[in-house]
């Protein structure tokens, strides 16, 4: 199985800061991976797929990158809506993986 | 637009099945374009993919539920079903059904979840 490692798992910051998350995966799956974000009581958001593809409707202040085992999701400048928990998804060879979560707190 | 909705029993006893359908409004699940999973999520926890299935039957399961799982697809009544054998207090969580397109894996559009407890 692919095991999927998100860092850090507690971020603190301020509206308006740069944020990144990273993501690894055990080994690589090419670009194989979507990041989601997920507020309390409600279902997971879909907010990047395919690593760096933006999900329509998501804003552009999201964006993704990388390849094979080292991924990151960015935010260029966050905002009071952005606290919430992200989390990394893997694809690989019909099996899924979540990562663990990167909760971005109000610093 | 799509919705998914999912509907089961929220109380479920140790040893027995648990047993949830995801209803499918708004589009066909028979679409070559998707999958259609699984996901669920322990209060407090993150999230777990428990298995996805295609239009046409075929299925692919987490490999660390795979004995106790089966997923199954209705579509002339435009539902896919799980089935959790043998539950434990640790299935306890909230159970998503959710779209994935074939193209890339991703989950797009979620249903809003549904919490089974596993307890006697």
């Known amino acids: 199985d692919i095991q999927m490692t998100q860092s850090p798992s507690t971020l603190s910051a301020s509206v308006g800061d740069r944020v990144t998350i990273t993501c690894r995966a055990s080994?690589?799956?090419?670009?194989?991976l979507a990041w989601y974000q997920q507020k309390p009581g409600k279902a997971p958001k879909l907010l990047i797929y395919?690593?760096?593809s933006l999900e329509s409707g998501v804003p552009s202040r999201f964006s993704g990158s990388g390849s094979g085992t080292e991924f990151t999701l960015t935010i260029s400048s966050l905002q009071p809506d952005d606290f919430a928990t992200y989390y990394c998804?893997?694809?690989?060879?019909?099996?899924?993986?979540f990562g663990g979560g990167t909760k971005v707190e109000i610093k | 637009q799509l919705q998914l909705q999912e509907s089961g029993p929220g109380l479920v006893k140790p040893s027995e099945t648990l047993s949830l359908t995801c209803t499918v409004s708004?589009?066909?699940?028979?679409?070559?374009?998707?999958?259609w999973g699984w996901i669920r999520q322990p209060p407090g926890k993150g999230l777990e993919w428990i298995g996805s299935?295609?239009?046409?039957?075929?299925?692919y399961y987490n490999p660390s539920l795979k004995s106790r799982v089966t997923i199954s697809v209705d579509t002339s009544k435009n539902q896919f079903s799980l089935k959790l054998s043998s539950v434990t207090a640790a299935d306890t969580a909230v159970y998503y059904c959710?779209?994935?397109?074939?193209?890339?894996?991703?989950?797009?559009?979620w249903g809003q979840g549904t919490m089974v407890t596993v307890s006697s």
């Open positions: 959710a779209r994935s397109r074939s193209s890339h894996h991703a989950f797009d559009i």
């Open positions: 708004g589009g066909s699940i028979s679409s070559s374009s998707y999958y």
């Open positions: 299935i295609y239009y046409s039957g075929s299925t």
């Open positions: 080994q690589s799956i090419s670009s194989w």
């Open positions: 395919k690593a760096s």
């Open positions: 998804q893997q694809y690989n060879s019909y099996s899924l993986t």
